[in-house]
């Protein structure tokens, strides 16, 4: 497979960051696999599974010809809907108070990270079909809010508004870098602040949003509750200094920071590699979304130029979020740092994606030569 510099920057960066989140797994998961009656290694073996197979899943979408998506794109988008209903079967299962895993025996995954990759293709399909029509009200802006209100709307309703916003967003991008008039983007954008404002103080279903935004507010002045994991992200950061205490040295990771593997393991990361080793995390990431543009905008296709935007636009606005909340930013939300968080469907998902950048490179390529 022939990439440009770009597809291999693109290749080298994914598997830097999961063979890293490989080990920040293991380091920052065996006090808690330990507790759990487990062997230390247990959560990261099982993400080198999960790497495994995403590897696996990667060279397929990097091979696999793209036109299939589009063909198949509303059955696709169908489906991830109805894996999304699922949840609220006796096949979801449900942890603090949300259903957003569908678990079958010892199997389970998330459907919401299938549906993002639905979404953002049936949004780059309508796109690139109607690219002559698109600033048009009908053939742009209500397109955009039916598939946004569908999406969003399922998700939220588990509920998990951080990977709703996500959605929404992603498709949000895929129709900005398509031309849709600014005026339908400023004024969804206000409604979607006014529908937050409901979601959050108004609607029961938004159960824990208020809590947390008063402990993001004041971590220290709520250590009973909520405001615990927050105050303890943010003392591993502290901990961590410039050049951090070490590999495997972390203390926080002790029990007192859960979801120290998961959603908080930046944290750790900043414990025990300092802000010089954030920093070049954080390079790694930029470089990531710079190399994905270049391949972006090198496409002469509407559809593949759409589809690699609103990928990158997910993996980018999840490694940011993530940051933030671990830094005291921002209010948690729950979402995993893409390559680096354990977590096997959303790993999986994230390498198929770069499969699928990389296809795109790989086309761009054989049509140059």
């Not at 330990?34 to 091979?63: C, D, N, P």
């Not at 994905?292 to 296709?301: D, E, F, L």
Request: aromatic residues 14%.
């Amino acid at each position: 497979m022939k990439l440009s510099k770009d597809g291999k920057g693109i290749l080298y960066i994914t598997i830097f960051l999961t063979i890293f989140g490989i080990i920040m797994v293991l380091s920052s998961s065996w006090p808690t696999a330990v507790s759990e009656h487990r062997a230390w290694y247990y959560y990261g073996l099982r993400q080198g599974i999960f790497a495994l197979l995403g590897f696996i899943f990667m060279k397929f979408t990097s091979v696999f010809n793209n036109e299939n998506y589009k063909k198949n794109a509303l059955w696709i988008y169908i489906f991830a809907i109805l894996l999304c209903m699922l949840v609220f079967t006796p096949l979801g299962k449900e942890i603090n108070y949300a259903k957003r895993w569908i678990k079958i025996k010892s199997f389970s995954f998330m459907p919401s990270d299938i549906l993002k990759f639905a979404s953002i293709n049936l949004a780059a399909v309508i796109v690139s079909q109607n690219i002559n029509k698109i600033k048009n009200f009908k053939e742009g802006f209500m397109r955009m809010i039916i598939l946004v209100a569908i999406s969003g709307g399922v998700v939220f309703m588990q509920p998990d508004l951080s990977t709703a916003i996500v959605i929404i967003g992603s498709v949000f991008c895929v129709f900005m870098v398509s031309g849709l008039n600014i005026r339908y983007i400023i004024s969804t954008f206000i409604t979607a602040l006014v529908f937050g404002y409901v979601a959050i103080f108004k609607v029961k279903i938004g159960y824990s949003r208020i809590d947390r935004i008063i402990a993001f507010i004041d971590p220290l002045g709520n250590l009973e509750d909520q405001g615990w994991q927050l105050s303890q992200s943010l003392a591993a950061v502290s901990n961590g200094s410039f050049l951090g205490s070490g590999l495997g040295m972390s203390k926080q990771k002790f029990l007192y920071l859960s979801q120290a593997h998961n959603d908080f393991i930046f944290a750790i990361i900043c414990e025990e590699f300092g802000f010089l080793g954030a920093l070049i995390l954080i390079i790694a990431y930029f470089a990531f979304l710079v190399f994905g543009i270049r391949i972006a905008m090198k496409t002469k296709y509407t559809y593949s130029r759409l589809l690699v935007s609103g990928i990158l636009f997910v993996i980018g606005i999840q490694a940011y979020v993530n940051m933030t909340v671990v830094t005291g930013l921002i209010p948690p939300t729950g979402l995993t740092l893409p390559f680096i968080s354990y977590g096997g469907t959303s790993l999986m998902i994230m390498l198929a994606l770069v499969g699928i950048i990389l296809n795109v490179d790989r086309n761009n390529e054989e049509e140059r030569q």
